[in-house]
């Protein structure tokens, strides 16, 4: 893979050159630029090598590293004894050219620059990718820290919903409309106006505390069939959404009777128990409407 890549930029520099004589970095200058090329580097990538490699210092050593490639010129004395001016590889040329010659390469001049051209890109690159990660730390050093806001505190536990029962006494002979309301499952205007007129008493409390009080009253005051009197009565249980201060106690009339008229916005169910003695509303603790 190295071996056809090395050929083949060296063979796009020999025909890029050819007929001419270009400098030594001109024709390492062109050789960066095909290995960039070959490896897919970004441009931006390629501009910073070739930047770096128009340094003078850097540009100073490959003119350096090149001459100490070629064959320096001694004097010796030949078989007759007389001295001759002779050509030798240095060192680094036979280091380079045996290294070459193991992965089937011809050593020549070009060669030697485009194997150059490599390095400078190598490292050119690495530098790159080194000065780039210290710069994204440094701006990660620098980036302020964010304010993070603390929650807001938790809002409080909402208040438990605390069922209220409003319950009516009112009279037997209202049976026929109070089952009417019942079978509507709601109370309209007029219905509350007439449930204010016929009830007698009332009582509101919270649900507990309307178990407590009728749990024993259907076993205790039902009347039995053939035994009704006209001053039987029915309990009205209503149910309501919330607590309505004007179905407490010592409440004007005026108040009340609005109260009954919006009812119908109030009310979550209508029950009514079996007809019961009128005793029985004494356990309730009821006041006058």
Not at 96 to 115: P, T, W
Not at 119 to 134: D, E, F, P, R
Request: aromatic share 12%.
């Amino acid at each position: 893979m190295f071996t056809q890549k090395l050929n083949l930029v060296t063979s796009q520099i020999e025909n890029e050159y050819q007929d001419k004589r270009p400098t030594v970095n001109l024709c390492v200058c062109s050789a960066v630029k095909v290995w960039c090329y070959q490896f897919d580097i970004p441009q931006n990538i390629t501009d910073y090598i070739l930047n770096g490699y128009r340094l003078y210092e850097i540009k100073d050593l490959t003119t350096y590293i090149y001459q100490e490639l070629q064959p320096k010129q001694e004097e010796e004395k030949n078989w007759l004894g007389s001295v001759v001016q002779v050509y030798k590889n240095s060192k680094l040329f036979n280091l380079v050219a045996s290294i070459l010659n193991r992965i089937n390469v011809r050593s020549d001049n070009m060669k030697f620059l485009v194997i150059i051209a490599f390095g400078i890109t190598a490292v050119g690159y690495w530098l790159y990718k080194v000065n780039q990660q210290g710069q994204q730390q440094q701006t990660r050093r620098e980036e302020p820290k964010q304010y993070t806001p603390s929650p807001p505190p938790s809002p409080p536990p909402a208040p438990k919903i605390i069922n209220q029962f409003l319950v009516l006494v009112i009279s037997a002979s209202q049976v026929d409309f109070l089952k009417l309301i019942q079978a509507k499952r709601q109370i309209d205007l007029s219905d509350g106006e007439r449930l204010y007129e016929v009830t007698k008493y009332l009582w509101l409390g919270s649900e507990t505390e309307f178990s407590q009080k009728t749990a024993h009253i259907i076993n205790q005051y039902s009347i039995p069939k053939g035994q009704e009197s006209e001053y039987d009565i029915y309990l009205v249980y209503i149910k309501l959404k919330q607590i309505d201060s004007r179905f407490k106690p010592n409440v004007s009339q005026l108040d009340r009777y609005d109260a009954f008229r919006e009812l119908r916005d109030l009310i979550v169910n209508f029950e009514i128990s079996p007809r019961l003695q009128i005793e029985a509303y004494g356990n309730i603790e009821v006041y006058s409407r």
